[in-house]
């Protein structure tokens, strides 16, 4: 690791010879005598999903957060399409094409769907907010989701099941081009049919070829729709490789024990 | 094929052409309907459920109307010279109503618009004295708009940077500026006066209490439905054309309707003589086509600028305005400051429907205050934040100045005072009640 702009070489675990989008290597964080994340290397590719598994309290949603620009990592380093890249603000993030759809969603109920998936980057037209492009670029991005129970683009987002919410929270996100998508427990509080309409759509964003990591604590969700699984462990990355590699006994134990089967801290990509 | 069957019984794609599917409680009727039938019928399954929109304040205009015309001595309520003082004393009440609108949409309240319009009044009206400043009349009135943004950007930072609630600064400002207001009008019974005889402080003068020309009255209303109902139409048409959501082309033109029904019936009622066979009074007075103004220009900048949107976001859910970049406290600061401004108009209204006098006397502020908040609640802006329009404080603004004058009618004797405070309290309870009941039939949510 002496380039200073290139990613590190090493064994791709993917298998596919591709380089991985988003590469972490080596991050710590702490948050005063707190350590929140010991050393964690992770790997996302585009066109996979991640499935990010840990305990409360593991550092999932650090981690997370070191990626969406909304912490900065004490050490370590993030590159991003292969350059190092130092990602200071959710500002940064978005222009890198990092998207992240937080747990509570941050949607404005009294405001509709159109204008929740544009707020803060509204278009404008001679000075006024240009309604008619945006109505037009939402329901584009809808329907390549084929988010289609929706019944009018325009009711409030307060009138909507927590699926739909979920998935006009996660079109928002991926409308800007966006090449990397962080979902912090995406069917947390959802019901089985609505569960279904999300994981159907993290598979859609797959498809689109972008890189998807999911956090959540649902291992069946995990096990469906993963092709990768990333273990944190009180703060250290226990196990990270494809997702035919473990069951869900292992990823079990490693989320609790740190281990499987007496073997600890296994290293990335030796799980099969 | 996705749908959510757990949450929307009748929840396909096919349904969506159908009749019942426009008919649900949640989701506004003219989003859905492709005819004005079906559009009737989901509204009055919102009506059911507690979404009422503007009905209840519509209502009560017509109640109160009824009531007064009984109650008050020779029925003299519905009489054209008392509906004309009564558009005259509601614009206060609405201009108020509309200032105070922009920050209840973020969930906040301002308490000191009564001491802080009457600031801008006596502002306005002390710049152009003569002998004195002897300010021009435009000069004096911005310089009172801008005086009373200052205190509203001060109130608002307060709010806004140092987290104070808004309701504790402006009861504080409240007090602070009612107490200011004696000292610059020159002691408990100071006042100033304007002139009409002075061509400079009759424009300000002239601005409740001067008249249109019936004929230029019917000219302007004509201008403002035939512009009005072609900007709609056509926005309408251009937007279906595109296959955007639009409302039924039925319900467009019942809009354009009663839109030109209520402004002929105003202008109507201003036009018939309410003078007498010597001295006649009659046309529309200036003061409607300033409110009406007021009403475009706030009704523009909340629907259309992203200024307004991020008004409503914040209303709804800072949390999420702040995430999507949104600067809260520069919003919330600007929306005191314009509520401030404009309150200060409001308070030159007043001025000049008390021909041209300010006193201590004049008004309250804390009755002003009261009236306000009540108008705009009653017209449908949520206490809570994130649902209004500036229309709505039009609406409510007319209801208040009905109650109050038609109040000040009534031959009662000790009775009047009380009921002048009461009527318009009991009236505010009630409407909260309305904007609470109709929050928890959408889920203990609030929407626009």
Known sequence: MTEMNEAPNGTDPSGDGAEPLLRLRGIDKHFGPVQALYGVDLDLYAGQVTGLCGDNGAGKSVLTRCIAGAHQPDHGEIYFGGHQVHIRSTRDASALGIETVYQDLALADNLDIVQNMFLGRERLRRGLLDEDAMEKRAAETLSTLRVTTVRSIRQPVASLSGGQRQAVAVAKAVMWNSKLVLLDEPTAALGVVQTRTVLDLIERLRDRGLAVMVISHNLNDVFEVADRIAVLYLGRMVADGPAAGFDRQSVVEYMTTGASNGRPLEPAGSVS | ?448
């Open chain 2, 1 to 448: 094929m996705t749908a959510d069957a757990g949450e929307i019984p009748t929840g396909t794609a096919d349904d969506l052409t159908a009749a019942d599917a426009a008919a649900t409680a949640d989701v506004p009727p003219e989003l859905l309907a492709h005819s004005l039938r079906q559009y009737l019928r989901a509204w009055w399954v919102q009506v059911r459920t507690g979404n009422s929109g503007v009905l209840p304040v519509v209502l009560a205009m017509v109640l109160v109307a009824i009531v007064f015309e009984i109650v008050t001595p020779e029925h003299a309520f519905l009489r054209p010279s008392n509906l004309v003082y009564i558009f005259g004393l509601s614009t206060v009440y609405m201009v108020l109503a509309m200032a105070e609108t922009l920050v209840l949409l973020l969930g906040e309240i301002d308490l000191s618009v009564g001491a802080v319009a009457m600031m801008g009044g006596v502002i306005a009206f002390k710049l152009v004295q003569q002998p004195g400043p002897d300010w021009p009349w435009w000069a004096a009135v911005l310089a009172a708009l801008v005086g009373c943004g200052i205190i509203g950007a001060l109130q608002g930072t307060l709010t806004a940077r140092l987290k104070i609630p808004s309701f504790v600064v402006t009861l504080g400002g409240f007090l602070l500026f009612s107490g200011i207001l004696v000292v610059v009008l020159g002691g408990a019974d100071g006042n100033v006066d304007l002139s009409s005889s002075s061509a400079n402080q009759r424009v300000i003068y002239n601005m409740v209490q001067g008249l249109l020309t019936p004929v230029v009255g019917w000219i302007v209303l004509a201008v403002v439905v035939v512009a009005a109902g072609a900007a709609l139409w056509l926005r309408a048409g251009a937007r279906r054309r595109q296959g955007l959501v639009t409302p039924p082309v039925g319900l467009t033109a019942i809009k354009i309707a009663v839109v030109a029904v209520v402004g002929a019936a105003v202008v109507a009622i201003c036009t018939i003589n309410r003078g007498s066979r010597i001295i006649s009074v009659q046309g529309v007075p200036w003061v409607i086509p300033i409110v009406l103004g007021v009403l475009g220009v706030w009704t523009l900048v909340l629907q259309r600028t992203r200024f307004g949107r991020y008004i409503y976001a914040i209303g709804g859910n800072p949390e999420a305005a702040r995430r999507a970049g949104v600067s809260l406290a520069g919003i919330r600061t600007w929306s005191f400051a314009l509520c401030s401004a404009t309150a200060g108009l409001g308070g030159i209204l007043l001025g000049s429907f008390f021909f041209g006098e300010y006193s201590t006397n004049t008004a309250d502020p804390g009755q002003l205050v009261l009236y306000s908040v009540a108008a705009a609640v009653i017209g449908g802006v949520s206490l809570f934040g994130g649902r209004g329009k500036a229309v709505h404080g039009i609406l409510g603004g007319l209801l208040i100045g009905g109650i109050a004058y038609g109040v000040s009618l009534l031959n009662l004797g000790q009775l009047s005072t009380p009921l002048q405070y009461m009527l318009p309290g009991v009236v505010l309870i009630g409407a909260v009640l309305v904007d609470v009941l109709s929050r928890r039939g959408s889920g203990g949510v609030t929407r626009v």
